[in-house]
């Protein structure tokens, strides 16, 4: 197609326009099948939890209440 203001362009021979097309006729979509929904279970988890899901807080001998180890005189 050849822009009336940009008298660059020329036109390419086979680019011409194309007959118009018809279209195609709709056809109506596929029925949709229904997935059966899959069961949730409960997993159980190695550590024991608190309510909010965490794992229990469990002191260590050699760490010290923030987790870093204790440093002994020997």
């Known amino acids: 197609m050849r822009d009336k203001k940009d008298n660059a362009t020329f036109d390419l021979p ?3 326009p194309a007959a118009p097309m018809e279209p195609e ?8 099948t229904r997935r059966a929904a899959l069961k949730q279970e409960q997993l159980e988890l190695l ?7 965490l794992p229990v807080w469990q002191r260590e001998e050699g760490l010290d209440v923030t987790g870093l180890p204790v440093w002994r005189q020997s």
């Open 47 to 53: 550590e024991a939890t608190d309510t909010s899901g």
């Open 25 to 32: 006729p709709k056809r109506p979509p596929p029925p949709r």
């Open 14 to 16: 086979g680019f011409a």
